[in-house]
Every structure is written in structure tokens, then in C-alpha cells.
């Protein structure tokens, strides 16, 4: 048997509107050992079926097929299948998938932007940041006063021939949601959030289904979104714009081959519907009780609401984008196992986990009943609802007003981090036997294929590995988030230090590429990469008006980082390419910095320190070690852990950069400038060891992570590593064999005991029990990865963190590397290294991973001190198996081996 499956194209099944030049990929599956492509054929055919490429290649590849053939048109759609022979003489055949272009020139772009001439309410959301954090400013419950309803934008037309092809083209600033007759065409959250002035993406959605012959309408709402909304850690609105606006070309294509366009101009009529607002984090306010439940015609009557014409802008197309990755679905909808009548006789709902989507409800009440639905990710130590979530509109509450038929309700321009929900208006007897019924949650997020699996014989461990999956898929939404709650924002740092673990649980391939994308577009002209990618203006009153300086050490890096671990991962040098001009000119800022910025006035310095001072950067502000547990538990201020660490971290993650750039520059066949950098790296490793090491080791602060970045950053040699990591191991031991790590080096802790002789000690924190810890968390009963370890205390109390924070479930990729032993020896998992750790305490682990090539799996069990490990590798990979100290050289197939331990 020899198979090609999931085929795609730009990393997609059968995508729709992209525009960038069709990529191909499919993976291979083979019974048979060793097998390999020895040639593959691909052919593409337009809509009449005509061949407009069609190559043979003699060569094992099977992804990153670049498409070289006739030049593709605007908005057809294409079929293309894949043979593959092999070593074997035996040949594969894919299915047939499609893709089908988007608007490839923009001067077909022939629509105006158009908006209501909506009267918006003054923003008077707080900007004094100290009065936000403190807790000073609460959500409003009154919201309906300062947020804008969703405008409906219509237009009605007539259909009298019969349809070929009709293809909606649409995006908006603000979120919109499209309706055919009634009916919702659009895609979820659409058009995602991207650096909206540079990159707009739209969505292209075939609707020939939905036209025959007659009359028909068009009603699109458009809401507030990442465009006008509360977003980001300030909850502030406005942030890309004051108002929203809708662009939409829509092309008919009638059976006679004549063709129709209706496009958005002033023509289309605009109202106010149901919605009283809709806010992407406070929530929706929907009353039915005024109108007919989903009738725009009939709001046309409504008392004060009336019809008129829009206004058309000029905002242009030249940020349009079609599609890159897989966008925001409704990945799967869950039911309620429980509802709780807490102590304070509140009905609040059970999800069972931790989730980020929307409650949706259907039900039947009477006429000006006022439902409320208010979404938290915890309850209080009592068992009562707690509002978890600091800082201003926040609410996460959505208000439905009952109107005279049965409501289904399900938001459209909201969504929530939650797992319990309170319901008022609604009383107990009526809802008691029959919740399951009223109450589904959706489950939202870009939709990316699940690639990692790992089962070991301990359940908190597989509970743990669990938790991150379900804190990954709750964050990676249209971009990679920190939070689902409070901020979801893209932070750099968080995406950084979980790049590994995201790569084996998704493939995040094309979600994050789109994301460096936005990333490059957002890098300011002296080199800074922005915190938050896209950027938000009101970040200002965090960071202080008018400053100079932007970033941060460990967050601003990611742009070398995550490129560097993506090409590691999917073997594409093109990640690099692209990537390239930014991480130069990312590391000359920090460069420059170092080198001409010094902590200390010249007449303080020997002419030794003037010259280590150019390698350090030790000027600015910077996150530092971020949170770590004993100054938290000590200050609460995450501040203290930044200002305590923020130097001799930031001078780490300087020689990091470089050390990657050194890769990096090799890869791509930049020789001089590998040794540019290999020079700049000793340098700053030097100058690190000599400003912050003493004789005996001790590096100043005096903290677990500081000894990890070091030790790991290769800034520590000679007699001084063995002292620096007896240091790092006596901290761990006085902290009660507790890990006191922040963001950054929490993601290299375990490496640096394995790498140096301390094992026992890694899986010790590992397992350890006892807060701060993993399993602490999944023994308070967390469902996903909390933002502080302590979030909920060990005396149960529950603080205001965020439950859902992916950035500490680092450590899934140790446990897929360490423990399943899977690790990356040539990139795009071409070579395989397979190291299972048989001492880590466990007596089996089942790890899968689908790589581009196919699927890599590796389960070993242990017994009476024998071990059994089956390995399976997909076509064109090979392995080296290490085990006991002895390597073992395997192809590609099935494996099975075993031994003494
Ligand atoms: C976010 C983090 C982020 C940090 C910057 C926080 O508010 O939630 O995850 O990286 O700020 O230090």
C-alpha cells in the first residue's frame, strides 16, 4: 500500500480566495519499509478542464511545490491531483482538490466603501492605566449608553435568468456578518483582526446556491470588532478607526454568460435592527421584543428606527488581502454538564472546561423577559459566580430581550474565556430539567489541524498536556492571543516561548506566517518590533506618551525566533527569506542600543567595562523574567519582577538573537554575516559572564532563571558552569524543589537540568505537586494554563489573573521531546532524533505527530526492566534511535525494539 493523503494547497483544503501563488503539499503513507519518492506528477486544469500545468519532477519532495504554470485568473477555480511513484515501483494517486483564486488585480476592485452616517457616542472610556490596573475602574453595567448599536446595511434585487456562478467578495472595519434572505453566508468574526491600515483581508464566499430566480436581499451587520471596539489590555475603542464600513462586490454570472455586479454604494439603505450593541469583549444586548425576531424589512416600520442611504468613503483597496491561513470557525459545540444553584441561589452554568466561543440559547419566555448571560472562567472559594476579570468593559455579558416567539439566540459579534455562566432572568423551575436543551456553548477558533498526541501512564501528565492544547486552541484566534478575556492581544513574548509546543499540537505553519507578516508591516523604522502585533494606540498610557523606546527584550526577539523555530518545523527556507530583512533589522536596533546606550555615566567606568558595556544592553525598559512566582507571591507586582531582571535579561536574550542569527545567515548561505554575528555573539557572552558572574558563580540576580538563560545562552564556561548550575539546582531545593521561573527561561528550565546532569531533579518539577508547579494547577482543578501560578491560591482563593494563558504550557514540548522523545534532527522533521527518556519515571508514552511528511509515531513501554519501543516514520524521513547510549540508524516504516533497560 502505498498512499498520498491531505493534499492541499498553501497549506489549505481547497481554500478560496487566495491570491498569493498556489503552493502544494500532500503526505505519503506506505506499508512497506524505507519507501521514498522517487518522482511525483502534478497536474492543475482550469474551469473547462484544460491542463494549465502539468509537471513531472524526479525528486522526493512533497511539499512546497510552488505552481509554475500558465498565469491564474481572478476568481476561477482550479482542480489539481498529485501522482507519486516510489523506490518500491509502486505509484500513489491523490483525490482531486480545488482552489480557486481571488481578485488578483486590484482595479477589479469596482465597490465603495460605504457607512451609516451613525451619530456614535463619545468615547469616555478611562485612560489613566494606575486607575485601571488598581481596580479603581469597573466594567460598566449600564453599557448601553456608551456603546453603538450594529448598523444593518441593505440592498434588494432581482434575479430573472439562471445562475452560473455568484461569488460575494466582502470585508469591513468592524466585523460584519452577511445574510442572504435571511440566511448567514459570512464566515465567523470576519475579517479577523490583521494591521487593518496594511492588511485587510476579505473574504471571498460562493452563494450560487443561494439564487434563483426572484427577488432577494442583501443585509449585512456590521459591529463594532477589533476596529471600534473595547479592545486590548485598556479596553479602549477606536483604536483603528472612529467608524465602521463595509465594502462588498458581488459578481453574477447567468447560465448565457452574461455577467452582473452589484457592488456596495449608495444605493444600499441602513438601520438599526435588534441590537441594542455588540461588543467583541463586553458582549451583545439584543432585544426581539421591538421587532420581528430576524425580519429587517419589517424594522423598516419600527417606531424611531427608519431606512436611509448610506455614505460612501473613500478608503481604497490597497491593503486588500486574500486568503493565507484557515480563518474562525465554530470548531465544535459542547453542552452544559451541570447547573449550579450556587450558595447565593445564582443559577450559573457548568461548561466542564475552560473554553473561548459563546453561549447559545434557545428558549421560550415571555414577551419583555430580560435574560442575562454573564461568562467567567472561575467561582469564588464559596462556590458562588465571580467575575474574574479585571479592568474595564470587560463584562463579558450578553443581554437578551424576549420577544413573542421562541428565542434562538446565538452571538454573532461577541465571544468569551469562560467556563461558567450566570443566567438571570430566568428562574430555576423553568430551566432545571430542561438546560441541556436551552443552553449549547460553541467552542471558536482559527481552525488549525491537530497534530500532536501524546498518552503517557500518569493522568496528570496527559491532563496537563490536555489543559495546553485547550489554552492553544482558545488563544490562537484569527491571531496568536495571550488571553481570551482580558487582553487578547498578540504579545510577542508569549508566542514566543511557545512556538515548540504550539508546532506539535497544530500546525500553526500558515497562522503564524500571516502573523509575521503583520508583524513586518508593524516594525517602526529604527528596527522595534511592537509588543502587541497588531499594535494598539492606547498601549501609549501603558507604556508612558511620546516614548522612544517600544519594546521589550524577549518579546521584541520573536521576530527572529519564531521564524527560525517555524523553518526547524516545517523545513521551508521561505520563512526565513521573508522574515529576513526584519530580523536584520530588529538585531541592528538592539545593536545599537547595546552598544550605545550604557546603565552607567563614562567617568564611572575602567576602559574594560566602557568595552563590555557596547555588549550589553542594560538601558530601557523591559519585561524581564516576567512573573516570577516568589516576587509575585512577595510584591503582587509583576512590575518588580521587570525592573529586578530586566538587564542581565535582556542581555540573554541579545546573545540568544544573535545566536540564532548565526543559523539563521548559515541556512541561507549568508556566510559573512554568520560570522559577523559569531563574533557579536562571543562578545555579548563575554561581557554577560563578566558584568554578572562572579568567581564563584553566583550571577547577580540571585534567581533560578537568570541561572537557566544564562547557563542556556552559553554565558557561563569553564569551572564557573559547574558552580552556576550547583547554584541553580541549591535555589530549587531551598524553594522546596518549586521551579521560581518567569516567561522567559521557564521554556529552557527542565533542558538546562536534563543537559546537565540533573534529570531527576527536571522531572521533579515536573511532577511536583506543591504550588508554584504544573500539576499544582491540574490539582486546583484547571482546565487550561493559567497566567499566574497561583492564580487560584492554595488557600483557594481565586485571584483576578487570567485562567487561560498558554504561555506557561512551555512545557508541553519537553514532554513531547524528553518524554516521547521525539526530536527535530533535520528540519521539517526529515531526520527524526527518537530519545525517549526511560527514566522519567513513567511506564509508557504514546506520542504521534503528523510532520509535513506524514505520521511520525513513537510508543514505548517499560516492564520488569525491559523496555519495547515501536516507531513508525513516514516515506522519504529517517531516524536515529538513541537508546541505552547506543545509536541506531533506521530508515523510514515500522520499527520495533527492545532491550534491558
Ligand atoms: C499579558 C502577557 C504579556 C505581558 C507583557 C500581560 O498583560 O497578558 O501575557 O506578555 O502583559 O509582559
Known amino acids: 500500500m502505498y498512499k498520498i493523503y491531505d493534499l492541499k494547497c498553501n497549506k489549505m483544503n481547497n481554500p478560496i480566495g487566495i491570491d498569493l501563488t498556489p503552493c502544494f503539499s500532500w503526505r505519503l503513507e506506505s506499508d512497506r519499509q524505507d519507501t521514498f519518492q522517487t518522482a511525483y506528477e502534478i497536474a492543475v486544469y482550469d474551469e473547462k478542464q484544460s491542463c494549465v500545468w502539468r509537471e513531472s519532477n524526479k525528486s522526493s519532495e512533497c511539499f512546497n511545490i510552488n505552481y509554475k504554470g500558465e498565469e491564474l485568473k481572478s476568481s476561477n477555480k482550479y482542480t489539481y491531483c498529485v501522482k507519486s511513484y516510489n523506490n518500491h515501483g509502486e505509484v500513489a494517486e491523490s483525490e482531486t482538490k480545488e482552489f480557486t483564486m481571488g481578485i488578483l488585480d486590484k482595479s477589479i476592485w469596482c465597490a465603495k466603501w460605504i457607512e451609516a452616517p451613525q451619530a456614535r457616542k463619545p468615547l469616555l472610556d478611562e485612560t489613566d492605566s494606575g486607575a485601571v490596573f488598581s481596580g479603581a475602574v469597573k466594567s460598566k453595567e449600564n453599557q448601553e449608553e456608551f456603546l453603538n448599536p450594529p448598523v444593518y446595511l441593505k440592498k434588494s434585487f432581482n434575479i430573472e435568468k439562471s445562475v452560473k456562478k455568484a461569488t460575494v467578495y466582502a470585508t469591513a472595519h468592524g466585523i460584519y456578518d452577511l445574510n442572504f434572505d435571511g440566511v448567514s453566508v459570512g464566515e465567523v468574526l470576519a475579517p479577523g483582526y490583521t494591521v487593518y491600515n496594511k492588511y485587510l483581508e476579505y473574504q471571498q464566499i460562493d452563494v450560487t446556491d443561494k439564487l434563483f430566480k426572484g427577488s432577494h436581499e442583501i443585509v449585512c451587520i456590521l459591529a463594532d470588532g477589533w476596529y471600534t471596539g473595547k479592545i486590548g489590555l485598556m479596553g479602549i475603542g477606536n483604536q483603528y478607526g472612529e467608524t465602521n464600513a463595509f465594502l462588498m462586490q458581488f459578481e453574477i454570472e447567468y447560465e448565457d454568460n452574461t455577467k452582473e455586479l452589484i457592488i456596495t454604494d449608495k444605493s444600499f439603505e441602513w438601520y438599526e435592527g435588534e441590537y441594542k450593541y455588540a461588543d467583541l469583549f463586553v458582549g451583545e444586548f439584543v432585544d426581539y421584543s421591538a421587532q420581528e425576531y430576524n425580519a429587517p424589512d419589517s424594522a423598516k416600520t419600527n417606531n424611531n428606527k427608519y431606512c436611509s442611504n448610506v455614505i460612501e468613503k473613500d478608503y481604497g483597496c490597497d491593503n486588500l488581502r486574500g486568503r493565507v491561513c484557515e480563518s474562525v470557525r465554530i470548531l465544535r459545540y459542547m453542552k452544559p454538564v451541570e447547573l449550579l444553584v450556587t450558595p447565593k441561589n445564582e443559577l450559573v452554568l457548568d461548561v466542564g472546561e475552560n473554553i473561548v466561543g459563546y453561549t447559545k440559547m434557545t428558549v421560550r419566555a415571555k414577551k419583555g423577559t430580560v435574560i442575562g448571560l454573564e461568562h467567567s472562567e472561575v467561582l469564588d472559594k464559596d462556590g458562588n459566580f465571580l467575575q474574574n476579570i479585571m479592568g474595564q468593559n470587560k463584562n463579558q455579558k450578553d443581554i437578551i430581550v424576549c420577544g413573542d416567539k421562541e428565542v434562538v439566540y446565538e452571538p454573532k459579534f461577541t465571544f468569551h474565556g469562560f467556563r461558567y455562566v450566570k443566567v438571570t432572568g430566568l428562574c430555576k423551575e423553568d430551566i432545571e430539567t430542561s438546560f441541556s436543551e436551552i443552553f449549547e456553548f460553541a467552542v471558536l477558533g482559527s481552525d488549525l489541524e ?126 526565513l527569506k521573508d522574515n529576513y530583512e526584519m530580523m536584520k533589522k530588529w538585531t541592528a536596533y538592539v545593536e545599537k542600543q547595546a552598544g550605545t546606550t550604557f546603565s552607567k555615566m563614562p567617568e564611572e567606568m575602567t576602559a574594560e567595562e566602557k568595552e563590555r558595556q557596547k555588549y550589553l544592553w542594560n538601558t530601557e525598559f523591559h519585561f524581564g523574567d516576567w512573573l516570577i512566582p516568589s516576587i509575585m507571591k512577595k510584591t503582587g507586582n509583576p512590575m518588580e519582577t521587570a525592573v529586578l531582571t530586566k538587564e542581565p535579561v535582556a542581555t540573554a536574550m541579545y546573545a540568544y538573537t544573535t545566536a540564532l542569527m548565526i543559523e539563521v545567515n548559515t541556512v541561507l548561505g549568508n556566510f559573512d554575516e554568520a560570522k559577523r554575528y559569531t563574533k557579536l555573539n562571543k562578545k555579548i557572552r563575554e561581557a554577560f559572564s563578566d558584568e554578572y558572574i562572579d568567581e564563584n558563580g553566583i550571577i547577580k540576580p540571585d534567581l533560578q532563571g537568570i541561572y537557566v538563560l544564562a547557563i542556556n545562552m552559553g554565558m557561563v564556561s569553564g569551572n564557573k558552569l559547574e558552580k552556576c548550575i550547583e547554584r541553580l539546582v541549591e535555589l530549587i531545593h531551598q524553594n522546596g524543589d518549586c521551579l521560581d521561573t518567569g516567561f522567559l527561561s521557564v521554556p529552557f528550565l527542565l533542558d538546562t537540568l536534563c543537559d546537565n546532569g540533573h534529570s531527576d531533579l527536571a522531572y521533579k518539577l515536573l511532577y511536583q505537586t506543591k504550588c508554584p508547579s504544573w500539576l499544582y494547577e491540574v490539582d486546583m482543578g484547571a482546565t487550561t494554563i493559567w497566567e499566574n501560578w497561583s492564580a487560584i491560591r492554595p488557600d483557594g482563593t481565586r485571584t483576578n489573573s487570567s485562567y487561560n494563558h498558554f504561555a506557561f504550557g512551555c512545557v508541553g514540548d519537553f514532554m513531547y521531546r524528553k518524554i516521547g522523545g521525539l526530536n527535530i534532527g533535520e528540519a521539517g522533521f526529515k531526520k527524526l532524533i527518537i530519545v525517549p527518556d526511560f527514566e522519567c519515571g513513567l511506564e509508557f508514552a504514546h506520542t504521534k505527530y503528523l510532520s509535513e511528511y506524514g505520521e511520525v509515531a513513537v510508543d514505548w513501554k517499560l516492564k520488569d526492566n525491559k523496555y519495547n519501543i515501536l516507531i513508525k516514520l513516514p516515506p522519504n524521513t529517517s531516524g536515529s534511535v538513541k537508546l541505552n547510549n547506543k545509536t541506531v540508524e533506521i530508515g523510514n516504516g515500522r520499527f520495533e525494539l527492545s532491550g534491558n533497560i
Open 450 to 575: 491537530k497534530t500532536g498526541e501524546f498518552v503517557t501512564s500518569n493522568e496528570k501528565i496527559n491532563r496537563l498536556q490536555e489543559n495546553i492544547f485547550r489554552s492553544q486552541q482558545g488563544n490562537m484566534l484569527s491571531v496568536p492571543t495571550d488571553c481570551p478575556q482580558r487582553e487578547r492581544a498578540g504579545w510577542t513574548g508569549d508566542m514566543q516561548i511557545y512556538t515548540d509546543t504550539a508546532v506539535f499540537n497544530m500546525n500553526v505553519d500558515k497562522f503564524l506566517e500571516k502573523w509575521l507578516e503583520n508583524m513586518r508591516l508593524e516594525q517602526l523604522a529604527d528596527g522595534q518590533i511592537p509588543n502587541i502585533i497588531p499594535q494598539m494606540d492606547s498601549n501609549k498610557y501603558i507604556d508612558g506618551e511620546n516614548k522612544k523606546h517600544v519594546c521589550s527584550a524577549g518579546w521584541g526577539d520573536a521576530c527572529v525566533i519564531i521564524p527560525y523555530k517555524l523553518y526547524r518545523a516545517y523545513g521551508d527556507k521561505k520563512i
